[in-house]
């Protein structure tokens, strides 16, 4: 397990791997919302640099694409994790919502 695996599940995510693609993905359930969230690096595969971008992809529970947001970094999913609780709505929200700053 990486340092960014460990990360990933200090902040609630759960770690699955792939049938088709070969690779692991984090996810994160929100029932109340009947959604999930995977969680790759902008190429779709598994993140393995905490300085890259990150998407996000949410998906109903019955498979059906929602949306999808890219991070800036894996920096940015930790401030919103932290400043919201694991499978809430406010942590659902906060990151459909997230925008990357301009530089």
């Excluded at 959604?35 to 300085?51: A, C, F, L, Q, R």
């Amino acid at each position: 397990m990486t340092q960014l695996n460990s990360a990933f599940e200090e902040l609630g995510f759960w770690e699955s791997e792939t049938e088709e693609e070969h690779i692991a993905i984090f996810g994160m359930d929100f029932p109340s919302e009947q959604s999930y969230i995977i969680i790759t690096d902008d190429t779709g595969n598994t993140p393995e640099d905490e300085n890259k971008t990150l998407v996000v992809a949410c998906y109903s529970d019955d498979d059906c694409f929602k949306w999808g947001k890219e991070l800036e970094d894996f920096a940015a999913l930790e401030a919103i994790c932290g400043a919201n609780p694991p499978e809430s709505k406010e942590l659902l929200e906060a990151l459909q919502n997230y925008t990357i700053t301009k530089k």
